[in-house]
């Protein structure tokens, strides 16, 4: 499985509910408070951050294998 | 999901931290499971935060005048009964000012789903105490604690006739979004209580924290249905029941309207 985040910054007001709720502690915090996607590796493709995102502003996109 | 966005107009206005967006996402979410059509789903909304839903929303919507979401949603179900009709409104929106048109919506038991946004204060207008802010809770309007005891709309709505009532919150959005989906699928009136964070004119008010504290608060609080059941009244005070609290089949207003016109229309023959 391979997950992809695309985060958008212009969209992002920096609430950082990504950042506190990421299961497997994907993000870092910038210093206005917005998440750095600094461990992608680590993502497991839960997806719960753009769930949670309320401004549509984290997309997360899971390839699995074989597809 | 973002087909469904009228992009030019992001970001939206709701606050840093806001439940409205989740919500929103959630909603959106679940007519994309549904796979229903874009140009046959409408949603109307009054006036406050989240019934700013609306102008974001690629489907038809009506913007309409505070309180009063479900008598225009009423009436355009009733004039073009193949629309999906969606409304989505705030606490104060849909339980004070707009509360009796809630429980005839609900009684009708007209295909109508509606979503409640519950921050538990008025918004827009900086945080005036609504019908769904807790007893001794701090609004504006309640410097010393707020001296009524809210509502528990789920349960209203349920006694006045809804035919599906679901509860759920921000933090459990899996939940939410599942729930959504099924007050959408059911045929009659739906409602689905969405407790969301107003981290800005309540929490800060409330002392609770930012936003993610706020999560955290109904992460902490929430309680299943089943698990509710084998619980005493006081081990719930201070709990938010989630889950599908009622789900019956009864006769939906178009079809039992269908019928008067059906038999208004042969006595006008013979």
């Known amino acids: ?67 | 999901m973002k087909r469904y966005l009228r992009q030019q107009y992001m970001p939206h206005i709701w606050c840093p931290g806001c439940g409205n967006g989740i919500v929103l996402g959630a909603l959106l979410r679940a007519i994309s499971r549904l796979g229903w059509d874009q140009d046959r789903i409408a949603v109307v909304s009054g006036i406050g935060c989240s019934s700013r839903a609306t102008g974001y929303l690629d489907f038809d919507t009506l913007h309409t005048t505070h309180g009063r979401a479900l008598a225009f949603a009423t009436g355009l179900k009733l004039a073009r009964p193949e629309l999906k009709v969606i409304v989505v409104g705030g606490d104060g929106d849909l339980a004070a000012i707009g509360g009796n048109h809630l429980i005839h919506a609900a009684r009708r038991n007209i295909d109508i789903t509606t979503i409640c946004v519950n921050n538990r204060i008025y918004g827009m207008t900086s945080g005036q105490a609504s019908p769904l802010t807790p007893k001794g809770r701090l609004a504006t309007t309640a410097p010393y604690g707020n001296v009524d005891r809210p509502f528990d709309l789920c349960q209203l709505v349920q006694a006045a006739g809804a035919t599906y009532v679901a509860r759920s919150t921000t933090y459990h959005v899996r939940q939410l979004c599942n729930l959504i989906a099924e007050a959408l699928e059911n045929r009659g009136f739906s409602f689905v209580e969405a407790v969301a964070q107003c981290p800005v004119y309540y929490g800060r008010r409330n002392r609770l924290g930012t936003a993610v504290d706020m999560l955290k608060y109904y992460r902490d609080h929430a309680v299943t249905v089943r698990a509710a059941q084998s619980m005493q009244p006081e081990q719930l005070a201070d709990k938010i029941i989630i889950g599908r609290l009622h789900h019956v089949v009864e006769p939906d207003y178009e079809s039992e309207y269908a019928r008067v016109m059906e038999e208004a229309r042969r006595r006008a023959d013979r």
């Open chain 1, 1 to 67: 499985m391979r997950a992809r985040i695309e985060f958008n910054p212009r969209w992002c007001k920096a609430c950082g509910i990504c950042i506190a709720f990421c299961p497997a502690s994907v993000f870092d915090t910038d210093q206005d408070g917005r998440p750095i996607v600094a461990r992608p590796e680590a993502c497991t493709g839960c997806q719960l951050c753009e769930l949670r995102c309320p401004d549509f502003a984290i997309a997360v996109e899971v390839e699995r294998e074989g597809e």
